[in-house]
């Protein structure tokens, strides 16, 4: 699903859980009802100051707002289904980290086609399905993933890791 589809879902969920229909929902926001209509079926773009006037009308803040439309339902990702949205943006050669499994550390793709992983997430993935401990999760992924990038490739994934000040 697009970000644009994943905010109408968020936001007819919402409506339902509030029992607003999308009518009074743009009468109340000062959002115009055609264009309530289009944000809800995934044809508009919103700014930001269309997602606070409606976080506000909700009672939350933009934050938690933009929590709500990146957790919309969207069917989990596969690894099969990652490597069909590759090929379908032209990125077929793209390095995918398969073993261990880390999909629930991808955070995105580059332009150029690489798959881009979170290193906290993927430790945690393996703390979590290996019963590693963070200091055994870190070495691995330093020596095995880490270490093998650069026999990737120029399609090898890109490891994100935080900053420390």
Do not use: W
């Amino acid at each position: 699903m697009s970000l644009q589809q994943n905010i109408g879902v968020a936001l007819r969920a919402l409506r339902a859980q509030k029992g607003v229909s999308q009518e009074k929902l743009a009468l109340e926001t000062g959002i115009g009802r055609r264009y309530m209509s289009d944000i809800e079926n995934g044809r508009r773009n919103v700014s930001l100051e269309i997602i606070e006037k409606i976080a506000a009308y909700f009672g939350m803040n933009a934050s938690d707002l933009v929590g709500k439309i990146e957790h919309a339902y969207c069917p989990p990702l596969t690894l099969d289904g990652l490597k069909d949205v590759l090929c379908e943006r032209g990125h077929e050669d793209a390095v995918v980290l398969e073993n261990p499994d880390y999909l629930g550390a991808i955070v995105g793709v580059s332009d150029d086609g690489r798959v881009i992983y979170d290193y906290e997430k993927m430790a945690r993935s393996l703390m979590e399905s290996d019963g590693m401990d963070y200091e055994e999760a870190t070495e691995f992924i330093d020596y095995n993933t880490l270490g093998a990038l650069p026999h990737m490739g120029e399609k090898r994934p890109i490891i994100m890791m935080k900053i420390e000040r």
